[in-house]
C-alpha cells in the first residue's frame, strides 16, 4: 500500500491541462484567468453624481439655507457640455444619479436636502456641502492601465461585470474541461424496470457527473459496458478521443473479472495502486495518448471518496487552479466516530454544522462503502487517522464537500 499523498503526488505530476486559449468573457464565469487584464479605461469613465439631486459649487452652501436658480437639468445618458448646460455662482443644476457633472460644478447636494420653489426656478438648499459631496471622481474604481485581474483568478459573476465596464470581448483563459465517465460492469443495469437476481443499477455514473457539473466542467456521459475487454478498450479510446480527462469506474480490484486495469495496462501507461486509505483503497492512474485515466473503485462511495482525494485535485490543476484542494477544516466530533486500526486512513462521511462559530460533525450514517445514502448526507470527509477512532468531543480534520 502506498500513502494517500504519495498516490496524489503521482497522479498530479501526470496531468497537464490544454494550452489557454482565447475565450469570450461571457462565457468565462468559472474558468481560470491565464494572462492578466489590464484596464484601457478609467472607470467611472467621467466625473458622475452619486445621487439624485443638485450640481452647485460648495462654496455656494456656506450659511444655509441658501437659495440658487435652477439653469438645467441633466439626466443619465446626457453630455451637459453638447447641451450647454453649466453651473455659474449663485445657480443649480438638477442632476439624477449617474449624470456627468456639468462644468462649473464641483458637488452634489441630495434632493432630499432641498426645496425647489413653486414654480420651479429656484431651489433652497438647507445644508453645507463639501467640494466633492456625492461626487463619483473619473477613474475611482480603475484607472488606465490597472491591473485589474491577475493570472489565476477565477472568472465569477463580478469579474463578467468588471470585464463588460472596460469593453474587454474575451480573455485568455483556461478552457472549460470536458471529463467523460464510464461505468463498468455485468451487473449494472439502469432504469426503473424490475432488476434479475444479481443485477444492481448503476449509480456510480450518475454521481460521478453530478460531481463533475459542480466542478464546473463539461461532463460527458460515456455509458456502461460489460466486463468484457474489447468493450472496455473501445470505451476507453473513444472517451480518450473525445476527452481532456476521463473517469471509469470498477474493474480495478482483485477480482477475476477487473479488465479495465487490464486494458489500461495494454493501451495506457497505467500505475495500479493500493492506497492506504478506507474507503478507496484501489485506484488504477494511467494516460492513453496523454490523455488522463482515473480507474476508479466500483464500490459507490469509494468512487465519490476516490473522485474527491485525486480526481477533483487533479482536474482543478488541468484547469488552471492554483487552489485544488477541499477546504480542510478542524471540527469536534459529535457521538465519537470509531474504526479499527488497519494501517489506513479512514474518511469518515459525516454531516457538518456550524454552532457558535465551531464545526462540529457526527456521522452520517452507515459508513460501507455501498452505504451511499451516508455519503449524500454528508458534508464533510472527517479524517481518521489509524488507530481506533476518534471520541465524542475530541476533535479531527475534517474536509468540507461543496
Ligand atoms: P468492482 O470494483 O468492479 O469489483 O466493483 C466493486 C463493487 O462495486 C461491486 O459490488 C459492484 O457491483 C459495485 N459497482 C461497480 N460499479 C458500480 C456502479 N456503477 N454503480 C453501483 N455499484 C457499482
Ligand atoms: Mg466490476
Redesign the pocket.
Known amino acids: 500500500m502506498i500513502s494517500p499523498a504519495e498516490a496524489r503526488e503521482h497522479v498530479l505530476s501526470r496531468c497537464r491541462g490544454p494550452e489557454p486559449v482565447e475565450v469570450a468573457s461571457s462565457d468565462a464565469r468559472g474558468l481560470v484567468l491565464a494572462r492578466p487584464v489590464v484596464s484601457p479605461e478609467h472607470v467611472p469613465p467621467f466625473a458622475n453624481t452619486a445621487m439624485d439631486g443638485f450640481a452647485v459649487r460648495a462654496a455656494d452652501t456656506v450659511g444655509p439655507p441658501v437659495v440658487l436658480d435652477v439653469v438645467g437639468t441633466v439626466a443619465a445618458g446626457v453630455d451637459p457640455v453638447a447641451a450647454g448646460i453649466e453651473v455659474a455662482s449663485g445657480t443649480a443644476v438638477r442632476i439624477m444619479t449617474g449624470a456627468p457633472m456639468p462644468p462649473g460644478a464641483d458637488a452634489v447636494v441630495m434632493v432630499e436636502r432641498t426645496e425647489v420653489a413653486a414654480d420651479g426656478a429656484t431651489v433652497s438648499v438647507d445644508v453645507e456641502v463639501p467640494v466633492g459631496n456625492h461626487v463619483r471622481s473619473s477613474g475611482e474604481d480603475l484607472m488606465i492601465g490597472d491591473r485589474v485581474f491577475d493570472v489565476g483568478t477565477v472568472l465569477g459573476p463580478g469579474h463578467l461585470g468588471v470585464l463588460a465596464s472596460i469593453g474587454i470581448p474575451t480573455v485568455m483563459a483556461h478552457r472549460r474541461l470536458s471529463v467523460g465517465v464510464l ?3 455485468d ?2 443495469r439502469e432504469g426503473p424496470g424490475a432488476l434479475a437476481p444479481g443485477q ?1 443499477r ?4 450518475p454521481s460521478l457527473l453530478g460531481l463533475l457539473d459542480e466542478l464546473g466542467v463539461e461532463a460527458v456521459d460515456l455509458g456502461r459496458v460489460a466486463d468484457d475487454e474489447a468493450a472496455i478498450e473501445a470505451a476507453l479510446l473513444d472517451g480518450a478521443a473525445r476527452c481532456d480527462a476521463v473517469l471509469t ?5 482483485m ?1 477475476d473479472f ?1 479488465y479495465v486495469k487490464v486494458v489500461l495496462d495494454r493501451i495506457g501507461d497505467m500505475r495500479w495502486m493500493q492506497v492506504a486509505i478506507k474507503p478507496a483503497k484501489p485506484l488504477a492512474f494511467g494516460r492513453i495518448d496523454g490523455v488522463p485515466v482515473f480507474g476508479l ?4 462511495v469509494s468512487s465519490m471518496v476516490s473522485f474527491e482525494l485525486f480526481a477533483r485535485p487533479a482536474l482543478r490543476a488541468m484547469a488552471g487552479h492554483t487552489e485544488v484542494d477541499r477546504t480542510r477544516v478542524r471540527a469536534t466530533v459529535v457521538g465519537g466516530l470509531p474504526r479499527h486500526a488497519d494501517g489506513k486512513v479512514h474518511f469518515a462521511r459525516v454531516a457538518v454544522e456550524v454552532v457558535d462559530g465551531r464545526f462540529r460533525v457526527r456521522s452520517a450514517g452507515g459508513q460501507g462503502s ?1 452505504q451511499l445514502t451516508a455519503m449524500a448526507a454528508a458534508d464533510g470527509l472527517a479524517v481518521l487517522p489509524d488507530g481506533d477512532g476518534v471520541s465524542d468531543g475530541d476533535e479531527v480534520d475534517v474536509l468540507l464537500l461543496g
Open positions: 461505468s463498468t460492469g451487473e449494472l444492481i448503476d449509480a456510480n455514473r469506474s470498477g474493474g480495478v480490484s477480482g477487473d473503485p466500483g464500490n459507490p455501498h
